[in-house]
């Protein structure tokens, strides 16, 4: 059996019955940076054997790790944080595992996308999920696609361009109501809620630090 495993976004406290039972008992983890997943384990006392799988060595390891799973092992996949395969590694092993009739299961549990939905104020019965949005190409594209859309967006963007992203906002859809969503579950939790234009506004008294998921209305939501 190939486990897929949700783990925390930054409390680890939020790990379900299940995902400890089951990263207790697999015979290993497949995980991106073995010293995150290992902080993780560290806390529940879980000595399991840890297999890296990221973006770089994706093809290569998936062979491996499916061998060991045809040898009759179960096996848990996990990602850094929150759930794996959303906007990280794992697709192409699940789709191969799948083809090759290894049992799948899934042990649903944190994402960021959903915290950052529940907290945002914002519609949620139906939403859009942008994953990363384009650093350069094809971000103009999106910015615009979010003018008419009717749907809650909801998408990913780095620390680093934060202030950037506000300020396009701010360009692009300045009455529309946003939630810039900061570092959910950790000490540190906030939303910046408001207009675009009031987010940009009340910038310069923010702390531009940590992980970000950013939540747009859609245009019928006042
Ligand atoms: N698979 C993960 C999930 O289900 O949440 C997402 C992985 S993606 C590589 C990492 C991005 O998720 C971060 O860059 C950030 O945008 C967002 N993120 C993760 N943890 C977060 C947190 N505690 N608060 C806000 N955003 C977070």
């Known amino acids: 059996m190939l486990y897929i495993v949700s783990t925390p976004i930054g409390n680890l406290e939020d790990i379900t019955l299940r995902a400890l039972r089951i990263l207790k008992s697999v015979s290993f983890i497949v995980c991106e940076d073995t010293r995150v997943t290992r902080v993780l384990l560290d806390k529940y006392e879980i000595k399991a054997e840890l297999v890296s799988l990221n973006a770089q060595n994706e093809q290569a390891k998936m ?9 009759n092992t179960d096996c848990a996949l996990v990602s850094d944080a929150g759930t794996p395969l959303i906007s990280d590694p794992g697709a192409r092993l699940i789709h191969e595992a799948i083809k090759q009739d290894i049992p799948v299961s899934t042990l649903p549990g944190p994402s960021a996308l959903l915290a950052a939905i529940t907290i945002s104020g914002l519609p949620a019965d139906c939403f859009l999920y942008e994953g990363f949005i384009p650093q350069k190409k094809g971000r103009k594209t999106f910015l615009e696609s979010l003018i008419t859309t009717e749907r809650t967006v909801v998408f990913y963007e780095s620390v680093y361009r934060i202030e950037k992203l506000v300020g396009e906002l701010n360009n692009v859809i300045p009455d529309r109501q946003i939630a810039v969503c ?14 675009a234009k009031e987010v940009f506004e009340e910038l310069p008294n923010k702390t531009i630090k940590g992980e970000f998921v950013i939540v747009v209305a859609p245009t019928w939501w006042k």
Request: no cysteine; proline share 0%; charged share 30%.
């Open 63 to 71: 062979q491996y790790v499916l061998s060991r799973l045809m040898g």
């Open 182 to 195: 900061r570092e959910l579950t950790k000490m540190f939790e906030e939303a910046w809620r408001g207009t």
